[in-house]
């Protein structure tokens, strides 16, 4: 049987970085539409669903939050990944409905590819908490940096999955059970690096699941904006399990 095609639809009033976008994923096997800004954004989205906007936030008018705000209101809204300068400096509550992932500018080909595959490769967002694990996790893909103790920068990966009081992680350093395991990862609309510290749970070649340790009250508040009023867990205060491999 054939595979469906995915579709996505890219946002971005820079034409050469959307011509560039939309050459890239068409010729991964993505069927691509494009819009020229906000307004159009909104317009194409009234009319159809793509399964995947990528999307700028930088733009004149009408705006990439603006858009954002609008695919909230969707029934059912697409997911979106978003392609950020790092200049986005606004409150970042947008984050925590319809964003799955997010692309620094400027992005690597592959690592634009491997983003967006990710994000529409998991069944559902937020996946409800099951088992002995007390926390639905939330898929938010993004490039992380393995920090060493003081702070130094060690190697580049993505985070794939977060929850209140886990994350998993893809690193070309291959971490074991016990190791101490301490991230940073930029966020659109905030100035500063969220940064999750913990302790690696298990290990399946180069992705592994951490515990993580407490985080100060900033970084607390923005990673309950990034998994939205039904990620967190209302169980209480008793350890919780790991993310575990899907």
Same mark, same amino acid.
């Given at each position: ?8 639809? *890219?946002?971005?009033?820079?034409? #050469? ?11 991964? #096997? ?6 020229? #800004? ?43 990944? *978003? ?97 101490? *395991? ?24 180069? *992705? ?39």
């Amino acid at each position: 049987m054939t595979e469906k095609t995915q579709h996505v639809l *890219v946002v971005d009033d820079d034409e #050469g970085i959307r011509m560039l976008e939309a050459d890239i994923l068409r010729e991964a #096997g993505y069927g691509v539409e494009q819009a020229t #800004g906000g307004a159009a954004a909104i317009e194409q989205l009234k009319h159809t669903r793509p399964d995947l906007v990528l999307l700028d936030l930088l733009m004149p008018d009408i705006d990439g939050w603006a858009v954002l705000r609008f695919i909230r209101t969707m029934a059912s809204p697409p997911r979106v990944v *978003v392609v950020s300068g790092l200049r986005e400096i606004v409150p970042p509550g947008d984050l925590s409905q319809c964003v799955a992932g997010c692309v620094h500018k400027p992005f690597a080909i592959d690592h634009l590819i491997k983003t967006c595959a990710n994000v529409l490769a998991v069944p559902e967002l937020l996946s409800p908490a099951s088992g002995n694990r007390q926390d639905a996790r939330r898929t938010f893909v993004v490039e992380t940096t393995l920090l060493a103790a003081n702070g130094t920068p060690l190697a580049l990966g993505q985070l794939l999955e977060v929850s209140r009081h886990g994350f998993r992680l893809e690193l070309a350093i291959a971490l074991n059970p016990g190791d101490p *395991v301490h991230v940073s990862l930029q966020i659109p609309g905030r100035a500063e690096p969220l940064q999750l510290s913990g302790r690696v749970r298990w290990r399946h070649e180069f *992705v592994m699941g951490a515990e993580a340790d407490g985080l100060s009250a900033q970084d607390e508040e923005l990673l309950q904006q990034i998994l939205g009023p039904n990620g967190v867990s209302k169980t209480g205060d008793e350890p919780p399990s790991d993310l575990k491999p899907s």
